[in-house]
């Protein structure tokens, strides 16, 4: 620190510091004093600002240490900190000049054992259910056989190769794998992208859909499958429109994935059972069900032929019902000829006896009847029509005495006298209107004398006229050549010059005349 330290002055033992000379000097004994370090504490106050960085406050019952993790650091963490988990920091100590206060910049944070993993597993699971995110009635029936089977895991375990060997033996199908990471920082984000991926695929694309996924992994520590215990790949594992399998760790290993999956398999073997069924079963299956319909039809179509001759049995020989009918027809046929030859007969017989009323001389006998009835008929019809006119012209007659003048010079009379009285009530209603106008009329006029500027003048005004009219100021009246005075009795003018013009009789001055 010599340095740093200038000569004490004379007649001083202090020597003197700039603030930032001591800030800085505190700095390097902190850090050489102390260097890399780890603290275990309670998480306090978490800060995640903009930049990417995370400060974090590390505390016990009695004391709190501020710490910071920069953005680079934050980002491999495998554990991200919550406030209220117990952790165990490691880093170096340094200070901050700018607020005068020491820190551990962390490089690295890890849980302070079981306890503290399964604390925060506990509250994340209680959120995500407070959610409804666990509920059973928003999970789906995975597909009885799916075409297409995503995989999520990683490619170079046992686990695929598991997977792929138990749905060889089963059911053999189209495998889509996703690498990711299973365990490590990279596994949580890896994961939750894998399921969004799958989800985002085209039906029908270059790259078919899956309808179905699984996630696997194989058994391990919980720190190991922490991964799958992160909200992102919860929250990812939920939103998936595809139903999905969850086989982490053995039967044992819980993780969050498993309440939000579809369905949970105990391993990932298990999972690949799940998701196709048994092919030669299936085989099986189909040739019992196809001996079964050949059997039924069989036992159909025997109990058919049965019933059928049963009922052949009971119907006659069709010769027998046939015999019948040709015997009639036979008898028919028989008395056709004779028939046809009465109906002959009889029609010429009717037609002799038409044909002797159609000789000439008895149609000129009924014409001459006709003729003679004509004749009778004729001085009939013009009496007839006399008569008929008779008849019509009384008729006329009689609606010709109902059109006289006598009811009309009535009606004509009536509808004078009202209009006589009509235009009576109209002159009266004149005489009244027009004697009230002339009361209003004189009315207006008194209040006209009262109001015009002659009952002013009666009370000692007078108003002064000059060349250019009526004069309103004192200064306009001593600028003019000639006067005018208009008193209650007359007018009287003042110097020579020709005044305004003479108002006409009965014009009020201009406002502002009168004094």
């Known amino acids: 620190m010599s340095d740093l330290i200038d000569d004490p002055s004379p007649g001083k033992n202090e020597p003197e510091f700039t603030v930032s000379e001591f800030s800085n000097a505190i700095k390097r004994v902190i850090e050489g004093e102390f260097g890399h370090v780890r603290i ?12 990417g960085h995370v400060y974090l406050d590390l505390k016990d019952d009695r004391s709190v240490l501020s710490g910071v ?9 495998s554990v991200q900190p919550e406030e209220g988990m117990e952790m165990v920091a490691t880093g170096r100590i340094t200070t901050f000049g700018g607020q005068s206060r020491y820190q551990i910049v962390i490089e690295d944070l890890k849980p302070a054992g079981l306890g503290a993993l399964m604390a925060m597993l506990e509250k994340r699971k209680a959120a995500l259910a407070a ?12 597909p009885y056989l799916p075409e297409v089977i995503g995989v999520v895991t990683s490619p170079s375990g046992a686990v695929i190769r598991d997977i792929l060997h138990r749905l060889r033996d089963r059911f053999p199908r189209k495998v889509l794998i996703w690498p990711v990471a299973v365990q490590g920082e990279k596994c949580a984000p890896e994961v939750a992208n894998a399921i969004r991926g799958f989800n985002a695929l085209e039906p029908g694309g270059r790259i078919p859909r899956p309808d179905l996924l699984i996630v696997a992994r194989g058994g391990g520590s919980i720190e190991d499958l922490w991964g799958f215990n992160e909200e992102v790949v919860a929250r990812a594992a939920a939103a998936s429109d595809i139903p999905l399998i969850s086989a982490v760790g053995h039967e044992t290993d819980t993780t969050l994935i498993d309440f939000v999956s579809d369905k949970r398999a105990p391993t990932p073997t298990a999972a690949a059972e799940l998701a196709v069924p048994v092919r030669l079963d299936l085989l099986a299956w189909v040739e019992g069900q196809g001996a079964r319909m050949s059997h039924a039809a069989g036992q159909g179509i025997a109990a058919r032929g049965q019933r059928l001759r049963d009922l052949a ?18 008898r028919a046929g028989e008395r056709l000829p004779a028939a046809l030859i009465t109906g002959v007969q009889r029609r010429k017989v009717r037609l002799s006896e038409a044909a ?16 003679r009835h004509l004749a009778a008929l004729a001085p009939r019809l013009r ?25 009309i010079t009535r009606d004509i009379a009536r509808k004078s006298e009202g209009l006589q009285s009509l235009a009576q009530r109209v002159a009266e209603a004149g005489q009244r209107r027009i004697a009230e106008t002339r009361r209003r009329l004189d009315a207006l006029d008194r209040l006209h004398e009262t109001l015009g500027y002659k009952a002013t003048l ?11 009219g009526v004069l309103t100021t004192k200064s306009a009246a001593e600028t003019a050549g000639a006067l005018e005075i208009e008193f209650q009795d007359g007018r009287l003018k003042i110097g020579g010059g020709t005044t305004s013009k003479a108002r006409k009789p009965g014009k009020p001055p201009e406002q502002g005349s009168l004094f």
Request: net charge positive; glycine share 12%; hydrophobic share 35%.
């Open 40 to 51: 275990r504490g309670e998480i306090g106050r978490v800060s995640r600002p903009r930049s």
């Open 69 to 77: 993790i920069w953005k680079g650091v934050a980002a491999r963490l």
């Open 131 to 142: 959610e409804g995110l666990f509920a059973p009635e928003r999970k789906r029936k995975l």
């Open 313 to 330: 049995r009971a119907l006659p020989r069709p010769q027998t019902l046939t015999e019948g009918a040709a015997q009639r027809l036979d």
């Open 356 to 371: 002797g009323g159609l000789r000439p001389a008895t149609l000129r006998r009924q014409i001459g009847q006709e003729g």
């Open 383 to 407: 009496a007839g029509l006399l008569q008929t006119i008779r008849a019509r012209r009384d008729a006329l007659g009689h609606r010709a005495d109902r059109l006289t003048l006598t009811p």
């Open 458 to 468: 009666k009370r000692g005004y007078a108003v002064v006229r000059g060349e250019a």
